[in-house]
Nanobody
Framework: VQLVESGGGLVQAGGSLRLSCAAS????????MGWYRQAPGKQRELVAV???????NYADSVKGRFTISRDNAKNTVYLQMNSLKPEDTAVYYC???????????????WGQGTLVTVSS
């Protein structure tokens, strides 16, 4: 199973970016999908998560600015980031909790990360 992120880059404060993450390989089912981020010198933190049914949860720091969504047919999760701030600068990682086969245990898979840099 691979999770491949795309969409990171450099943007000015107040701007927008849209991250995508596609899961591929042998996948039986995907439960939660989400985004975490890690800024330099800081611990990795949850940004947003979405269940297979579409229920979402956000970190307080991004509520009202970021929107998480998913396309279950494409095994893809998105993060629309608006009104970006310099403090949003971080490497963003996607994650998926999934089963590879009907008998396999459910576990978390991670992408390689994509850098988002917000300039002031």
């Amino acid at each position: 199973v691979q999770l491949v992120e795309s969409g990171g880059g450099l943007v000015q404060a107040g701007g927008s970016l849209r991250l995508s993450c596609a899961a591929s390989g042998r996948i039986f089912s995907i439960n939660d999908m989400g985004w975490y981020r890690q800024a330099p010198g800081k611990q990795r933190e949850l940004v947003a998560v979405i269940t297979s049914g579409g229920t979402t949860n956000y970190a307080d720091s991004v509520k009202g600015r970021f929107t998480i969504s998913r396309d279950n047919a494409k095994n893809t999760v998105y993060l629309q980031m608006n009104s970006l701030k310099p403090e949003d600068t971080a490497v963003y990682y996607c994650t998926a909790n999934l089963k590879r086969t009907i008998l396999a245990e459910r576990r978390d898979y991670w992408g390689q990360g994509t850098l988002v840099t917000v300039s002031s």
